[in-house]
C-alpha cells in the first residue's frame, strides 16, 4: 500500500516537472541557426540596441538598458554555441563562434563610440554595477539559460526569452566595456568585459545540459570515452571562469556582513546621557585592517569606557576591527565650535535664501500687479468704446427722427460741457447739443427740440444751443 503511493506520488511529480513532451527538436534547431548569423537586419538591429543601452547606462537609467536588452538579439549565438556542443555540431558551432565574434567586435567598437562623444563623463551606479561580477552572477546566468533553452524548444513559444534577455544581462556588461576602453579605465573594461565572459559561458553550458537531457540528435556520434573527456574539459573550464567572480562575491559577503554588524554595534553601544553620536563610518578592507570611525559632541567619553567598547566589539565578530573615537575635550571644544560654526553659517545660508526668495516673490507680485493693471486698462479701453459707439449709434438715430420732424436742421453736434460753481470751484458736468438751423425756429420749436431731446437720451439736465 505504501509503495503504492509513494509509486502515485512519484509519477505525479515526474509528470508535473517533465519536459520532454512538448520539445521542438527540429524547430529550435531551425530556428536557433536562421538567429545566429549577424548580417544585415540583425547586425544593424544590435547596433541600435548597444547605442540605446549606453544612453540609458549613461543617463542612469534603467528602463532604457531594459529597453535595450529587449531589442538585442546578442543570446542567439551564444545559444547556438551551447546547442552545437550538445549536438557535437562542429559546423553549427564554427558558425556560432564566429558571429559571436562579429557581435562582441560590433557591441565594443558601437558603445566606445558613443562614450568617446558623450559629454556626459561621470560614473553612473548602472555602470559601475557591470564592473564586480560574482558567483550570484553565475546563478543568474545558468538559471537564465536553462529558462532561455527550455522555452525555445518549446512547440508553443511563451514570454520566457524576452525575460531571460533582460535577467541574463548580456548587453549592458558590453557597453561598459566600452565606457572603459573610450576613458582609459581598463580595470572597467576587464571587469565589464569577465561580467559578458561568465553570462556567456554559463548560458552556453545551461544549453549544453538541457539539451542533453531532452535528448536532441547528435550529428556527430562521439563515444563513450570521448564525451567524458569533454565533459571534464568543460567541467574544469566553468571552474575556472568560476574561480574569480568566487573571489569577488566572497568579499561582497563579507563586506555586507561586516557593515551590517557594525552597524548594530554602533545603534546598540552608543548612546550616551550627555553625550550625542553625530556621524559613524565604516571603512571594509579586503587587506589591512578594517575601521569603525564614530564622532561624538558633548561630555568626554573617558578612556575606559572607551576600552569597554572596543572589548566588546569581538561579541559582535568584529574580531581585528579597530574603533576609532572622534570627540571634544571639553563641553567648547573643536569639534562643538565647528558644529556651531556650521550652525551659524546654516542660519545665515537661511536667511540670504529666504531674502532671496522674498525679493523673487515681490518681483513676481509686481509683474502680475502690472500685468493685471494692463488688463484692466484695456478692458476700460474697451468699454469706453462700446460706449463711445453706443452713443454714437443713438446719435445718428435721434438725427434721424429729428430730421423727419425738423427738415430745417443743417448740422447736429454732440459733446460733454463742463460747468464749474464760482463760490467753491466745483465742477458739473452735462450733456449739451448744438444744432445748427437753416433758417432760425420759433421759440416752440426750440423747446420741443429741447424736451424731446431731453426725453429721449434720458438726460434732465441736457442743454440746447441753436445756431
Not at 560590433?106 to 563623463?121: D, E, G, K, R
Not at 541574463?168 to 565572459?197: K, Q
Not at 531674502?355 to 500685468?371: G, M, P, R
Not at 463742463?418 to 421759440?443: A, M, Q
Request: hydrophobic share 40%; glycine share 4%; aromatic share 10%.
Amino acid at each position: 500500500m505504501k509503495i503504492s503511493i509513494l509509486k502515485n506520488i512519484y509519477e505525479y511529480f515526474k509528470y508535473l516537472f517533465d519536459i520532454k513532451h512538448d520539445k521542438d527538436e527540429e524547430g529550435t534547431i531551425e530556428n536557433i541557426k536562421k538567429a545566429i548569423e549577424f548580417k544585415g537586419e540583425n547586425l544593424w538591429a544590435l547596433i541600435c540596441a548597444i547605442f540605446i543601452a549606453s544612453i540609458g547606462l549613461n543617463t542612469n537609467s534603467t528602463a532604457v538598458i531594459i529597453g535595450a536588452m529587449l531589442i538585442s538579439p546578442l543570446m542567439s549565438p551564444i545559444i547556438g554555441v551551447g546547442l552545437a556542443v550538445g549536438i557535437n555540431d562542429f559546423q553549427l558551432l564554427k558558425t556560432s563562434l564566429k558571429n559571436l565574434l562579429i557581435s562582441v567586435i560590433a557591441s565594443i567598437i558601437t558603445s566606445t563610440l558613443y562614450f568617446s562623444l558623450s559629454p556626459l563623463s561621470e560614473v553612473q551606479s548602472e555602470l559601475l554595477a557591470r564592473t564586480n561580477p560574482t558567483t550570484f552572477d553565475v546563478l543568474i546566468a545558468l538559471f537564465g539559460g536553462i529558462a532561455g533553452i527550455m522555452a525555445h524548444t518549446r512547440k508553443e513559444k511563451s514570454n520566457v526569452i524576452p525575460g531571460v534577455a533582460i535577467a541574463t544581462a548580456l548587453m549592458p556588461p558590453l557597453c561598459t566595456a566600452g565606457y572603459g576602453l573610450a576613458t582609459g579605465n581598463f580595470l572597467f573594461f576587464i571587469g565589464a568585459f569577465y561580467l559578458f565572459f561568465i553570462n556567456s559561458v554559463f548560458i552556453c553550458i545551461a544549453t549544453i545540459f538541457i539539451v542533453k537531457y531532452l535528448g536532441f540528435k547528435e550529428v556527430q556520434y562521439i563515444d563513450s570515452k570521448r564525451q567524458k573527456t569533454i565533459n571534464k574539459y568543460i567541467f574544469i573550464f566553468a571552474i575556472i571562469t568560476i574561480l574569480p567572480s568566487t573571489y569577488t562575491a566572497w568579499n561582497l559577503i563579507n563586506e555586507s556582513l561586516f557593515k551590517s554588524r557594525a552597524i548594530k554595534f554602533v545603534n546598540e553601544n552608543t548612546k550616551f546621557q550627555n553625550t550625542k553620536l553625530i556621524n559613524s563610518k565604516f571603512n571594509y578592507m579586503k587587506t589591512g585592517t578594517s575601521f569603525i570611525e564614530v564622532t561624538f559632541i558633548g561630555e568626554t567619553i573617558q578612556d575606559k569606557t572607551i576600552i569597554a567598547l572596543k572589548s566588546l566589539m569581538e561579541s559582535y565578530k568584529l574580531k581585528n576591527v579597530e574603533l576609532i573615537v572622534n570627540q571634544s575635550k571639553n563641553n567648547m571644544g573643536e569639534i562643538e565650535k565647528q558644529f556651531s560654526k556650521m550652525n551659524e553659517k546654516l542660519k545665515y545660508q537661511l536667511i540670504e535664501e529666504l531674502y532671496k526668495n522674498n525679493n523673487e516673490e515681490i518681483k513676481n507680485k509686481d509683474l502680475k500687479i502690472k500685468a493685471l493693471e494692463k488688463n484692466i486698462n484695456n478692458y476700460k479701453n474697451e468699454i469706453k468704446n462700446i460706449k463711445q459707439k453706443n452713443a454714437d449709434n443713438n446719435m445718428n438715430r435721434l438725427i434721424k427722427e429729428l430730421s423727419v420732424f425738423y427738415p430745417n436742421i443743417q448740422s447736429f453736434s454732440y459733446s460733454t460741457a463742463t460747468k464749474k460753481d464760482s463760490s467753491n470751484l466745483k465742477s458739473n458736468y452735462y450733456p449739451l447739443v448744438v444744432i445748427k438751423w437753416k433758417e432760425k425756429p420759433n421759440s416752440i420749436d426750440k423747446d420741443r427740440v429741447l424736451q424731446f431731446l431731453r426725453v429721449r437720451t434720458v438726460q434732465g439736465n441736457l442743454e440746447l444751443i441753436n445756431m
